[in-house]
Structure formats: structure tokens, C-alpha cells
């Protein structure tokens, strides 16, 4: 992350929905194009409107094993989705299963779902997770318990949990587990959804269609066997809370999804009348009607994306920079400018370089050719003209790309379209190819 974050944003106003999809997608293009050529490669995936709120939403992600996001996809089909995001396929109904009577065994010291599975020799498949917590209202006051049921070898989605209470992100947290106690009969390592009272019960969705679970009895060093939802326990809301697992069957086809990890540079949001509605920002049709504009939001954050380029683009001298985000196009390296003709043809080069348009940084410092060509790598300028002593005497320049794909000797006379030549390629490979610009991870 960068020392400050800087947002590029953009909204849209449009009179209706349908003028939102097309500004969305407009938008979803020209940011696929921006990363793009920024060098990156990336996934857009679908993401969780957060506390910006809106119908739907895409974050772009740039792939990398250091990236604090964690994406989801399908290499069978084109489901992508952040893990906060991904929606979940429940396993299937055990509809052809009986149900057996309900029965409560002594599980000493099994506070975890791998003891308890362990003790009972049961699969974590056949148990019941309880996660508990406390939510506040808007003035930091406790606003009530809540305990939410996931299968035992499946994960809490907090973003999923937080959406399903329609309550801020920061408005819940794990509870003290004594105080909850006193207040709801939940017994710490032991809880389970049958005797649970004065608390909200969140269910996942699949829990209804698996039959005789292992569940906390509410009980210390106690759990109850063939626990079954509708005879058992009922949820005060059924939803998925769970998060999509690596290997778990894709949502869209069923096929085995992969995590890959990644930084998000940028996001796109459609609003709606959210904050219209909120602001009272509305326009007047050709009837003089009116109504609430209808928004999306768009944002890069540049700090962030100039992070994530030089992650990617970069060797143990310094980051190298895409041509078309480089600070400078071309660095001339005057090594001895103390020489007359190093300067003279040095000066001459950065005019005519510079004449052409091309943005170039010029080194004519008193230092020695490895301090000059350290500080070059550094610096991560993507072509690189050296202009010496030793190479004036073939008549020529050395012309080298920062990535070292290029390395040639070239005469005086030819440097300047060379060197033109050459950054005119470097912009091309970074130009956008249909059905070639999202990652396959």
C-alpha cells in the first residue's frame, strides 16, 4: 500500500436504469483497457457493494501472491468473484434420509469441530458450527446477540452474515461468550441451535436440507446427536453465510473453483437512486416529472495501481515501468559529459528526442557509469540511451530497454529513429487484444 490514497473517480447520471447499464458497462471497458495497458494482469470479478452500497458491482484485481483480496473462479465457465462475494452451492438435500430421535452425548473437553468430529468418529461434514456475536446501533449501544450455523467444515462469510442483518460492517463483533451465556443459554465450545433463546439465529442455507447433525447441546462437555432442522430449531434467517472453498463445486457449472490472490485497483458500483433519493437529486422529464437520477460510481486507486505494476513488473534493481504509465519514456545516460563530443552528441540526442515528442530524462551528472546505470535500474525508464567515450569511437549509442529484451549498438546518425522505433513497439504490445486482456490466474 502506498504512504496515501488517491481515487481517480467518476460517477454517472442517468434518467433510468437502462442508461445505467450502458454507462456501467461503458465504464467496465474503458477500465479493462486502462489495466490493461498499465501492464497488469488482472480479473475483473464481481464484488460486494460494501458500505457504497448499490445492486451490483466489479472490482478489479490484480493478480498477485502478495494481494490482500482473495478472488474465486471457474476455469470452466466465467464465474469470478471475490470471496466475500461468491455465492455458495448448498450440498444436496438429504431428502431420502430418515430422521433419528434426538439424542445428547457427554463430549468431554471438545471445544473444536476436529474434536468433537474426532471423539464422536464422525466426518466434519456431519457436524454444526455456532459462531456468536454481538451487534451495536448507530450510537455504539448493544443491540443484541446473534449466533449464526454454518456446516462444521464449512467458513463464516462475515460480509454475507453482516448483508443478511442488513447492519454495518462495524456495527458487530464476536461476543464476550460469558455475558452471552447469562443472557441467550449458549455454553462456549458447546453451542448449538436447540435451547438457544433471547437471540438472533442465522442459519445457512444448506443446514435445512442435511438431516441428523452433531450440534453443542448448550451443555459444557455435552452435544446433541441427529439434531434436524424444522423439528429441532428454525432459523429467524436463512441464507448462505458460507464461504466458497477452494475445490468447492462452481455456483455456475459445478466444476472444482480456484482461489487466486490479488490487489484491488479499482471498482465500479451501480448506485441507483441510493443517494439521489438521500439528496433529493432529481431531474425533470419532458413532462416536467420528476424523478431521481440514477447513478454509478467508478474509482482507480493510482497509488495503489503504480504499487501493483511495479509488483509486477520489477528484478532485483528496481521496478520497470510499462511505457505507458513511465515517469519518462527514454533516459539518456551522458556517461563522462565532461567529454566534449559524450556532451555534444548527449545534447544534441535529448533535442531531437524531445522534438519528436518523446518524454525524456537526460543524466549528465559527474558520477561514475555504475553509479549512473544503478540509479537508471532504480529509476525503471523502459528505454535507455548510453552515450560514452567507448561507444563514440564505433560512432555509435547504446540503446537497451530496462526489461533487457533489447540490448544494440547503434550508429549516431540512426539513434534518435531507433530509439523511436522502439518505444512506438513497446506501446504496441501494451495495446488491448480482444479476448486477451483478463488473467487465466
Known amino acids: 500500500r502506498s504512504r496515501e490514497f488517491i481515487m481517480k473517480d467518476a460517477y454517472s447520471f442517468d434518467r ?53 483480496s482473495e478472488i474465486a473462479y471457474c476455469t470452466s465457465c466465467d ?61 455504539g449501544n448493544e443491540n443484541g446477540y446473534v449466533a449464526a450455523f454454518v456446516r462444521g467444515d464449512r467458513e463464516l462469510n462475515m460480509t454475507k452474515l453482516v448483508n443478511a442483518l442488513d447492519i454495518p460492517e462495524h456495527a458487530i463483533e464476536f461476543a464476550d461468550e460469558d455475558k452471552m451465556s447469562a443472557a441467550t443459554g449458549c455454553v462456549g465450545g458447546f453451542t448449538g441451535p436447540v435451547g438457544l433463546h433471547d437471540c438472533k439465529i442465522v442459519v445457512d442455507s444448506e443446514l435445512p436440507g442435511l438431516k441428523n447433525l452433531c450440534a453443542g447441546a448448550c451443555k459444557e462437555d455435552h452435544h446433541l446427536l441427529n ?5 429441532d430449531y428454525e432459523g429467524d434467517i436463512v441464507t448462505d453465510i458460507k464461504t466458497l472453498a477452494e475445490g468447492d463445486p462452481c455456483p455456475v457449472c459445478g466444476a472444482p473453483v480456484k482461489h487466486a490472490r490479488g490487489i484491488e485497483v479499482g471498482q465500479v458500483f451501480k448506485l441507483g437512486t441510493k443517494y439521489s433519493d438521500a439528496m433529493g437529486a432529481v431531474y425533470k422529464d419532458e413532462n416536467m416529472q420528476s424523478h431521481p437520477i440514477v447513478m454509478g460510481c467508478y474509482g482507480i486507486g493510482v497509488g495503489r495501481l503504480a504499487a501493483s505494476v511495479c509488483e509486477a513488473h520489477h528484478d532485483e534493481f528496481g521496478p520497470i515501468w510499462p511505457i505507458s504509465i ?83 549498438q547503434v550508429p549516431v546518425v540512426e539513434t534518435a529513429d531507433h530509439v523511436q522505433q522502439l518505444v512506438n513497439q513497446l506501446f504496441r504490445e501494451l495495446q488491448p487484444i480482444e479476448n486477451d486482456t483478463k488473467a487465466t490466474c
Open 227 to 231: 439434531v434436524n432442522y424444522g423439528r
Open 79 to 139: 464465474m469470478a468473484a471475490t470471496v466475500e462475494r461468491a455465492e455458495c452451492k448448498d450440498a444436496a438435500p438429504q431428502t431420502e434420509v430418515e430422521a433419528l430421535p434426538l439424542e445428547e452425548v457427554e463430549t468431554p473437553g471438545t471445544k473444536t469441530i476436529e474434536d468433537v468430529a474426532a471423539f464422536l468418529k464422525l466426518d466434519k461434514t456431519q457436524t454444526m458450527k455456532a459462531l456468536l456475536f454481538v451487534t451495536y446501533d448507530m450510537e
Open 326 to 408: 513511465a515517469p519518462w519514456q527514454v533516459h539518456i545516460c551522458a556517461v563522462r559529459s565532461d567529454n566534449e563530443q559524450v556532451k555534444q552528441t548527449a545534447d544534441q540526442l535529448y533535442a531531437e528526442l524531445q522534438n519528436r515528442g518523446l518524454e525524456v530524462m537526460y543524466d549528465d551528472r559527474s558520477v561514475s557509469a555504475g553509479v549512473m546505470f544503478s540509479d537508471a535500474d532504480l529509476l525503471g525508464v523502459p528505454v535507455r540511451v548510453v552515450v560514452s567515450p567507448r561507444n563514440l569511437k564505433n560512432e555509435c549509442c547504446e540503446v537497451v530497454t530496462r526489461d533487457k529484451r533489447f540490448s544494440d
Open 16 to 68: 433510468d436504469y437502462e442508461g445505467l447499464d450502458k454507462s456501467y458497462q461503458e465504464m467496465y471497458d474503458a477500465y479493462d483497457k486502462i489495466f490493461t495497458r498499465c501492464g497488469l494482469t488482472f480479473r475483473p470479478v464481481e464484488a460486494d457493494t460494501g458500505a457504497i452500497g448499490g445492486s451490483n458491482s466489479h472490482e478489479f484485481t490484480a493478480i498477485s501472491e502478495v494481494g490482500e
